[in-house]
C-alpha cells in the first residue's frame, strides 16, 4: 500500500496568495483527517470527514480556512487568503473503525505531511 | 486544545537505557494512542490500549494505563539510535467524540551512542 500521499511536500508563498494542500487516503479508509503542526500549538485537528462528509470543522481557525473531499480518494485544504501565521506542517491522515463490537477508534496513518511558509 | 501533557518534554539518554515517558489527559476516554515522529516526517502509530486495559506490551514497548489518575507511560527497553524521535500520546473521547484524536505535547528522546 502506497499511504497516505500529501502533495505539495513544500510551499513557499507571499501573504495574500492562494494555497492548497492535497491529500490521498489510503484506499477503503472511510475517515479523512487534516491537521496543522506547530512548535507553539503542537498538533491541531482542523476538520474531518466520515465518507466524503465533514463532520466536525470545529477546528478550522478561520472562514479563510476550507476544505473539501469530492470523493473517497481525495480532499483538499484550501487557505484563501494566506497569512505568515498560517506557516506550519498541515498534515492529513486516514482510517477506518470497526464496529462497536470491538473498539470504536483505530490507529490514524498519517502522511509526510506539507510544509507551509508564507512570507 | 492539548489534551494530553507529556512529561519529559525532552529526554536525552544513552543507547541501551530504558527511556520512560508519561502522559496525563483531563477528560474519560475510550482508548489511549503512542505515536513517534521522526524528524521532518508524518507520525507513525505505535500502540493502543483501551480504557479497560492496564498494560499492553509490544516488541520493546510497554505502555500502562490507569484511567483513576488520567495517565499513561510509554516504556521504551534497550533503546537503540534510530529510537530518537518525538513521541505523542492521543486519547480518544469515549462518548461522541470517539472518532477524535486529540494529541499531547509530545516528548522529544535523543538517544546517543
Known amino acids: 500500500d502506497a499511504g497516505v500521499i500529501q502533495s505539495p511536500r513544500h510551499e513557499v508563498t507571499e501573504m495574500g496568495q492562494e494555497v492548497t494542500l492535497r491529500c490521498k487516503p489510503i484506499?477503503?479508509?472511510?475517515?479523512l483527517f487534516w491537521y496543522r503542526q506547530t512548535m507553539m500549538r503542537g498538533l491541531e485537528l482542523l476538520i474531518y470527514?466520515?465518507?466524503?462528509?465533514?463532520?466536525?470543522d470545529s477546528g478550522m481557525p478561520e472562514d479563510r480556512f476550507s476544505a473539501k473531499m469530492p470523493n473517497a480518494s481525495f480532499s483538499t485544504l484550501k487557505i484563501q487568503p494566506s497569512e505568515p501565521r498560517d506557516s506550519a506542517v498541515y498534515f492529513c491522515?486516514?482510517?477506518?473503525?470497526?464496529?462497536?463490537?470491538?473498539?470504536?477508534?483505530?490507529?490514524?496513518?498519517f502522511g509526510e505531511g506539507s510544509r507551509l511558509t508564507v512570507l | 486544545s492539548q489534551q494530553g501533557e507529556e512529561d519529559p518534554q525532552a529526554l536525552s539518554i544513552q543507547e541501551g537505557e530504558n527511556a520512560t515517558m508519561n502522559c496525563s489527559y483531563k477528560?474519560?476516554?475510550?482508548?489511549l494512542q503512542w505515536y513517534r515522529q521522526n524528524s521532518g516526517r508524518g507520525l507513525v502509530h505505535l500502540i493502543l490500549?483501551?480504557?479497560?486495559?492496564r498494560e499492553k506490551h509490544s516488541g520493546r514497548l510497554r505502555v500502562t494505563l490507569d484511567t483513576s489518575k488520567k495517565s499513561s507511560s510509554l516504556l521504551i527497553t534497550a533503546s537503540r539510535a534510530a529510537d530518537t524521535a518525538s513521541y505523542f500520546c492521543?486519547?480518544?473521547?469515549?462518548?461522541?467524540?470517539?472518532?477524535?484524536?486529540?494529541f499531547g505535547t509530545g516528548t522529544r528522546l535523543q538517544v546517543t551512542l
Open positions: 484506499s477503503g479508509h472511510d475517515y
Open positions: 490500549i483501551r480504557s479497560n486495559e
Open positions: 491522515a486516514s482510517t477506518t473503525y470497526f464496529t462497536a463490537l470491538l473498539l470504536n477508534t483505530g490507529e490514524l496513518f
Open positions: 477528560t474519560s476516554i475510550n482508548n
Open positions: 470527514f466520515n465518507n466524503n462528509v465533514p463532520i466536525d
Open positions: 492521543a486519547t480518544a473521547g469515549d462518548t461522541g467524540t470517539a472518532s477524535k484524536l486529540t
